[in-house]
């Protein structure tokens, strides 16, 4: 099973239903959080300011840590960090994680 975090820029570049799509090639069961919004990582944001990125993800966080995933993961790095310090799982590249199960 899979929890993946979308991205601001797959939501606006209309990207969702491949990226669920690669998610799928990777776990038979793929998740994405009814309650997922944007990171608020921005760049440094997340570093400079965690809080910011705490109070974004705090509903998300709670469905990701009650539900059983044997992966996380995301499109970008700084989300990738933000989701990692919310949830306390570790988050991935999507396409490290298609890497991983290919080889």
């Given at each position: 099973?899979?929890?993946?975090?979308?991205?601001?820029?797959?939501?606006?570049?209309?990207?969702?239903?491949?990226?669920?799509?690669?998610?799928?090639?990777?776990?038979?069961?793929?998740?994405?959080?009814?309650?997922?919004?944007?990171?608020?990582f921005a760049g440094d944001r997340?570093?400079?300011?965690?809080?910011?990125?705490?109070?974004?993800?705090r509903a998300e966080a709670i469905?990701?840590?009650?539900?059983?995933?044997?992966?996380?993961?995301?499109?970008?790095?700084?989300?990738?960090?933000?989701?990692?310090?919310?949830?306390a799982r570790m988050y991935h590249?999507?396409?490290?994680?298609?890497?991983?199960?290919?080889?």
């Amino acid at each position: 099973s899979l929890a993946l975090h979308p991205t601001c820029s797959s939501t606006r570049l209309g990207l969702d239903a491949a990226i669920a799509g690669i998610a799928q090639a990777i776990a038979d069961h793929v998740v994405v959080p009814e309650d997922w919004q944007c990171c608020a990582f921005a760049g440094d944001r997340g570093l400079l300011h965690p809080e910011l990125t705490a109070s974004a993800t705090r509903a998300e966080a709670i469905s990701v840590k009650t539900g059983d995933f044997a992966a996380h993961a995301s499109l970008n790095r700084t989300c990738e960090l933000g989701l990692t310090r919310a949830t306390a799982r570790m988050y991935h590249h999507l396409l490290e994680l298609l890497d991983q199960a290919t080889a």
